[in-house]
């Protein structure tokens, strides 16, 4: 089943409404990147052991109007290949192409189940809000599979279930009445949208989310001819039947019953007592907001070590601060001197208070020395890690020479 460009309702669908909304120029995007230590942190994240590099083939499948472009401005030394079935959205893509000069970038109208017809394969693969809207997502999944290199890593967002319950009773009203994504239709929806009452499980996401950001958002989140959404046990399901195994959540803090309010209840021990698939399940049904699932997943035959903190450990691995982790000094409960955060988290719990010789500890991560020459202890940095406030590296190499 495979989505041929122009003929397949979603991608009828992108033609008309390309996603995201087309940006002019890229200037701010490659000035936030231009820092090494982002592109560093970015490799830690998805290749801890292995040794910096960022010159990798990339594929961006689905790659929208700028996602292909935005790597490929990241990413001056890597090879980029973009694939999408809008062209529409290629044509924006080609745009800042040549406004930015972007000669390592490659774009094809083609569908993802036909990725394979490239011949290449590729170390980093970024789908992120396409696979749920395929006819058969396995099918895709897999053909990516197909092309994910040996030790190759796999970004992945796909929608989540119980968090967009509220979006899945507006997209069911909205096919009750026939609304159809033309102009005057969206202005009469978002007219009905603001008179939802209250307590509308959609409420809370029409101002916090970019998806209702303007009408070409707006048709993508409620109009859309074809999409499904995934449980975290239906996330693990999807990968087993691709080929690929779970390696991390791009952030991890929301998905642990060790961080945030839980950890302090007693309900705590007894998730930590589930399988790890199990804990991910019940925090996804604790918290009951996440709208997506972003993850990283690896070849079922990769077998490069992952992080771990253990005695043997924990002393050799290299932290960096993340660029979002921010230490707050207002309101602290008594015994605090700091509140340890990633502002890119949106749940408000997700907090790690900090003594001050742990906020000594923080200060100090500067991405060059090993844990062991900072601290007595590895516990802090194991929480700072489950927290998404450092990333490490494994790889043995130090920081200065990985760079
Ligand atoms: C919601 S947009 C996401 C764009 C981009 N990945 C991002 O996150 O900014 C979904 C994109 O997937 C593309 N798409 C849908 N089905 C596809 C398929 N079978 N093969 C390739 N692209 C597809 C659409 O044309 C659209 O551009």
New binding site residues.
């Given amino acids: 089943m495979t ?1 041929t460009p122009g003929e397949d309702a ?2 009828q669908f ?1 033609e008309a409404h ?3 909304p087309p940006v002019r120029d890229l200037d701010a995007y490659a000035r936030a990147w231009a820092a090494g230590s982002r592109r560093r942190s970015e490799h830690l994240r998805l290749w801890p052991s292995l040794p910096f590099r960022d010159d990798h083939a990339i594929l961006v ?4 109007t ?2 292909a472009a935005k790597y490929a401005a990241r990413y001056p030394s890597a090879r980029v290949v973009g ?4 062209a529409a ?1 290629l044509s924006s893509t080609r745009g800042l192409a040549s406004r930015h000069g972007l000669n390592n970038l490659e774009l094809h109208r083609l ?3 036909d990725v394979e017809s490239l011949g290449q394969s590729f170390d980093h693969i970024v789908c ?3 696979l749920h ?2 006819a058969d997502p396995a099918t ?1 999944l897999t053909a990516l599979r197909a092309v994910l290199a040996p030790s190759g890593a796999l970004d992945l967002m796909v929608y989540a279930r119980y968090g967009r319950t509220g979006i899945t009773m507006i997209q069911e009203y909205c096919r009750l009445l026939g609304v159809q994504p033309g102009t005057d239709e969206i202005g009469d929806l978002v007219a009905t949208l603001r008179e939802l009452p209250l307590g509308h499980p959609i409420r809370h996401l029409l101002h916090t989310t970019r998806d209702f950001a303007d009408d070409d958002a707006l048709a ?1 989140a409620l109009l859309n001819p074809r999409e499904q959404s995934y449980t975290v046990p239906e996330v693990f399901d999807l990968l087993a039947a691709s080929g690929l195994r779970f390696d991390r959540w791009a952030r991890q803090a929301p998905y642990l019953p060790q961080c945030g309010a839980i950890s302090n209840l007693p309900h705590a021990l007894r998730i930590a007592s589930l399988t790890l698939v199990e804990q991910f399940a019940a925090m996804e049904l604790f918290r009951g907001t996440m709208t997506r699932h972003s993850l990283v997943a690896k070849r079922l035959d990769d077998v490069t070590p992952t992080v771990s903190f253990t005695a043997q450990q924990w002393r050799t691995l290299v932290p960096q601060r993340v660029a979002t982790a921010v230490a707050v000094e207002d309101r602290l409960p008594p015994g605090v001197a700091a509140a340890l955060l990633n502002r890119a988290h949106t749940d408000p719990d997700l907090i790690l208070f900090a003594t001050s010789a742990e906020r000594a500890v923080f200060d100090a991560i500067d991405g060059e020395r090993a844990c062991g020459e900072i601290a007595e202890g590895g516990g802090f940095f194991e929480r700072l890690w489950w927290h998404d406030l450092i990333v490490v590296d494994a790889s043995g190499a130090r920081g200065a020479q990985s760079r």
């Fill in positions: 989505a979603v991608s992108y390309p996603y995201p499948a689905g790659c929208g700028s996602q694939i999408d079935v809008s959205s569908a993802i189940e992120t809000g396409v809207h395929l895709g993508d």
